[in-house]
């Protein structure tokens, strides 16, 4: 299958990480699709990192690396990131995929989330030292999985190929996860939804999935019964099956 016979996938990472977080999964996705792994502002190569770290901003960054037509794959913070992406530039989404996302990261009285007590941790560590913070963060996102040591071993050499992120694009990420609430966006998009999490995840837990199915009826919903908050990392083969679930037919298959 030609490239130009694929469809389009862009992959967005999370929160501390860079686009070398996909590239043991990579080979799985690409002979089905043409995918494009993107560096968040101030993350990886990027070296755009705006004052102030907005959703907006950090959609306006990225629109023009966006190919015409594509599926956005938000892992984590990305997912926040591909919402605000399909809400600002609707013509160039064909479709969201939310991987271990939230619209709402933060734990609500009608929505559950990370607690504030959690959070304030990260924020006090992370206001001591950043590497540490991040390894912590590494840490969290592999915990319930059989393979956490590997997971978290994965992750690590992944980061470290690329530059540290920028100290602003860290603390303005870790705010956006605070303070972004993004759910009456989310169910006002006028394309297909998909969204997977990971039953053991302790970042976006599991209760998140019904309720998004109550906030959105219309989105297509998945569970991997032994990931936590990396799927890509532990279930890649099934992280991949889902994506292909979602991959759009194109003229002439």
């Not at 997977?196 to 989105?219: C, H, K, N, W, Y």
């Amino acid at each position: 299958m030609s490239k130009q016979s694929k469809p389009n996938l862009v992959l967005l990472h999370g929160w501390g990480m860079n686009q070398a977080v996909w590239q043991q999964w990579l080979p799985l996705l690409q002979q089905d699709w043409q995918v494009h792994t993107l560096d968040l502002p101030g993350f990886g190569l990027s070296k755009d990192c705006p004052e102030p770290y907005t959703l907006t901003m950090l959609a306006e960054l990225l629109q023009p690396q966006l190919p015409a037509k594509a599926v956005l794959c938000g892992w984590s913070l990305g997912g926040l990131v591909a919402i605000e992406l399909a809400r600002c530039y609707p013509q160039q989404v064909q479709a969201l995929a939310l991987l271990a996302a939230s619209p709402c990261f933060m734990a609500q009285t009608d929505w559950p989330g990370m607690s504030a007590r959690i959070f304030t941790q990260f924020q006090q560590q992370l206001s001591n030292n950043i590497p540490l913070t991040i390894q912590r963060f590494l840490a969290i996102q592999a915990m319930g999985s059989a393979s956490a040591k590997d997971d978290i071993k994965q992750l690590r050499q992944a980061i470290l190929q690329l530059p540290e992120p920028k100290p602003e694009a860290v603390t303005g990420g870790l705010a956006l996860l605070q303070s972004c609430d993004l759910r009456a966006e989310l169910a006002s998009l006028p394309l297909p939804v998909h969204a997977a999490f990971g039953r053991l995840d302790t970042l976006v837990p599991i209760g998140v999935e019904q309720a998004l199915q109550q906030l959105m009826p219309s989105a297509q919903t998945h569970c991997f019964a032994h990931a936590s908050h990396a799927p890509f990392i532990s279930h890649p083969t099934e992280s991949a099956a889902w994506l292909q679930q979602i991959r759009p037919q194109l003229p002439g298959e």
